[in-house]
């Protein structure tokens, strides 16, 4: 199963993504997913240029062999850049291997270890009114878990609320919550923590008031907090009975969980800017996290993410992966198997795709009682459409970034 041809195709249905496709002498097709949020093109260089020489002639079966050549014979090893560009190799290459096997790939991983994933999604409000009708909103949808971010009394735009971003994914795509904005520059959001600290204890507490205590409920501090502030979050949240808090700290400094954690016993996810297991491994080990949040498309694909959730299981940690729309639908095909077939998988993201984008990539995972299932295709199970996708070319966007009040930069 010799690799014939490696294509790389940016398109730009609702956002931009990224993806591999590798075609093999004897016509199979796999997809990779690429797509690094906002520096897509660098990840298209990294592949056209330093990848796809590499892959012409290998024997598509040797996934592992593959993967450590990439990772290991650059030498440079890490970084959001190298890891969406072997990890689109990687889901490639599972696609083509469950292709050729007529199996798909969860049962390559395993088989499935439950009937489907519990997804949560993004409820968000400027105020709490607007905030209410969107969990109901996402509850009609049958989500059984839901994200819940909402504004802060005298910040004109903050992070997480779908309001502040309808027109920034392009017309009518169905998005939550998207933040990259098309244009030539970032655009500015501003943060204030102690309004915000003070704020979203009353948030939690009113939506528990009206939804009440079942309905499993997440929020993301997005990295804003110091380890002092979170672990003061973290306590007060505590009566609202949170499933996690996530990223509450700048995810670089690992250490910091250990103060937020002794702290509060509110559970804690933190990670998907991280690229590798070594991110992860001591906040594993130390038991500073409750649940995992790397992307299968960030992480170097299905092989590493595997892999650390089998380490993470022996830890009691689980599986939350990132999955908003900046991972392709080719992604989240990846990354649903892989929670399918794990014992430790905790909950999924999902934030659903827009309607072009969706005519671009053919997908065969369902949702269905607010459980996501990867499909029983062989391979990946998603196909692209190439004619459609050339529609679409690329269009520069960014995630925004934020200024506190005296114009120090902030973590966004
Ligand atoms: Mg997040």
């Known amino acids: ?66 993967w450590q050549f990439l990772y290991r014979s650059a030498y440079w090893r890490r970084g959001p850049v190298t890891m969406a560009a072997v990890a689109a190799v990687d889901m490639a290459l599972w696609d083509l291997k469950g292709k050729a096997a007529g199996l798909p790939v969860y049962q390559l991983l395993g088989g499935a270890s439950r009937q489907g994933l519990l997804a949560y999604g993004h409820a968000s409000g400027k105020e709490l009114p607007e905030l209410f009708d969107s969990v109901r909103e996402h509850l009609d949808e049958g989500y059984r878990a839901i994200r819940i971010q909402t504004g802060v009394p005298g910040l004109k735009a903050i992070y997480g609320i779908a309001s502040q971003s309808a027109d920034a994914g392009g017309g009518e795509a169905r998005y939550d919550h998207e933040p990259a904005r098309r244009g030539a520059l970032p655009v500015q959001e501003d943060w204030d923590t102690r309004a915000y ?24 501090g997005h990295h804003r907090l110091t380890p002092i502030q979170a672990a003061k979050l973290g306590k007060e949240l505590e ?54 949040r790397g992307a299968v498309t960030h992480m170097g694909g299905i092989t590493p993410l595997k892999k650390t959730m089998d380490y993470a299981a022996m830890y009691q940690v689980k599986s939350g992966f990132h999955g908003p729309t900046d991972i392709s639908p080719v992604g989240m095909a990846a990354q649903a198997h892989v929670g399918l077939a794990i014992h430790n998988f905790g909950i999924q993201e999902y934030m659903q795709h827009g309607a072009k984008t969706n005519e671009v990539f053919h997908q065969s995972y369902t949702w269905e009682n607010g459980l996501l299932h990867p499909g029983t295709k062989p391979g990946l199970g998603v196909e692209l459409d190439v004619d459609e996708a050339g529609k679409y070319p690329y269009e520069q966007a960014y995630l925004p970034y934020n200024r506190l009040a005296d114009g120090t930069i902030h973590d966004w």
């Open 1 to 66: 199963m010799r690799i014939d041809k490696a294509e790389v195709i940016v398109t730009s249905p609702d956002r931009n993504f990224v993806t591999l496709k590798l075609t093999t002498e004897d016509g199979l097709t796999g997809l990779g997913d690429a797509t690094l949020n906002g520096r897509e093109l660098a990840v298209v260089a990294y592949l056209k240029e330093h990848v796809v020489p590499l892959l012409l002639g290998r024997d598509a079966h040797r996934i592992e062999d593959t």
């Open 239 to 292: 009566p609202y009975d949170l499933f996690w808090l996530e990223d509450c700290t700048p995810a670089e400094n690992q250490e910091s969980l250990r103060l937020v954690r002794q702290h509060t016993t509110t559970p804690l996810a933190i990670g998907e800017v991280f690229n590798t297991i070594w991110d992860f491994k001591d906040l594993i080990r130390e038991q500073l996290i409750d649940y995992m």
């Open 197 to 220: 600290l003070r704020h979203l204890p009353g948030v939690f507490e009113a939506v528990r008031n009206e939804f009440g205590p079942e309905i499993p409920l997440l929020h993301d």
